[in-house]
């Protein structure tokens, strides 16, 4: 097995951050969306949730429409 560079690996750690923050931005945004969208005191619907966003957004990608 070939062994990896320390800059290799600190690339792919950044590469996996980058990633994980640009996926929150996105579900916080969406929250936001949602609640602008909610008439004011109502309930958020469940999209809040962590697992119910990451179906909607598997269901909406072309990996998850396979």
């Known amino acids: 097995m070939p062994r990896l560079s320390y800059s290799r690996l600190e690339e792919m750690r ?3 951050i980058d990633a994980a923050c640009d996926w929150e ?4 945004s969406l929250v936001e969306i949602e609640r602008a969208s909610s008439p004011a005191g109502a309930p958020l619907p469940e999209a809040t949730s962590d697992a119910h966003f990451s179906d909607r957004v598997a ?4 990996e998850g429409r396979k």
């Not at 931005?25 to 916080?28: D, E, G, L």
């Not at 269901?59 to 072309?62: A, G, I, R, Y």
């Open 59 to 62: 269901s909406s990608s072309p």
């Open 14 to 16: 950044t590469s996996e």
């Open 25 to 28: 931005r996105t579900r916080r």
